[in-house]
């Protein structure tokens, strides 16, 4: 199975991903984390991107993409992968549908973890955040808004978009996760 895992800053995706991932055995494959360890590296690719991520800013496409396609043709990836972080815009979208055209394997859901702003906002800074911090999670928030979510009408069209309401308590949105995903597994 390939999932992408979408959803804003402190919608719940670090905690719920790494159920699914055991669940699933599948390789993780975030572009964060990928980030993160090039910049700890600290080779070219690093020092090119550390000013995106302490900005809060969005890495150039060309640079994400070229992590991911080079990470999705590695063998571990073929029985599939959880996408989480990626893509983030719809330039990373259709780049990832010519990959896996390319290698002639389907996307096969796209699961989305709806939390309403405001509550966002409560939940970040009911984890103590300073006003500096506040205001890169809204940025942040804005910056999924304004390029992340015309992702949703991109794989509704698809038929592959399942929204899951992210605003119960951990086991009630697992437990929606894990329905969405054995439906998917079974029709599959
Ligand atoms: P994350 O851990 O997914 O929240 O990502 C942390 C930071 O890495 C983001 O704020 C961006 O600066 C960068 N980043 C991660 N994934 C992407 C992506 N798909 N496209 C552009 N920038 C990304």
Not at 101 to 114: F, S
Not at 118 to 132: F, H, I, T, V, Y
Not at 135 to 158: A, F, G, K, N, W
Request: glycine content about 10%.
């Amino acid at each position: 199975m390939r999932i992408i895992f979408l959803g804003p800053p402190g919608a719940g995706k670090g905690t719920q991903s790494a159920w699914l991932l055991d669940h699933l055995r599948v390789p993780h494959l975030s572009t964060g984390d990928m980030l993160r360890s090039a910049v700890t590296e600290g080779g070219p690719l690093g020092q090119k991107v550390a000013q995106y991520l302490s900005a809060g800013q969005l890495v150039p496409d060309e640079i994400v993409v070229e992590l991911v396609r080079e990470r999705l043709t590695k063998p571990d990836c073929r029985a599939g992968c959880l996408l989480d972080g990626f893509p983030r815009t719809l330039g990373q979208a259709r780049a990832l549908d010519e990959i896996l055209a390319k290698a002639g394997v389907p996307l096969d859901l796209v699961l989305e973890l709806v939390v309403g702003e405001p509550q966002l906002l409560a939940r970040l800074a009911g984890r103590g955040r300073s006003d500096d911090l506040l205001e890169i999670v809204r940025q942040r928030l804005d910056i999924y808004r304004d390029r992340t979510s015309p992702l949703l009408d991109y794989y509704r069209q698809q038929g592959i978009l399942r929204s899951i309401d992210g605003t119960g308590s951990p086991a009630s949105v697992r437990a929606q996760i894990n329905e969405v995903v054995d439906r998917t597994r079974a029709a599959k």
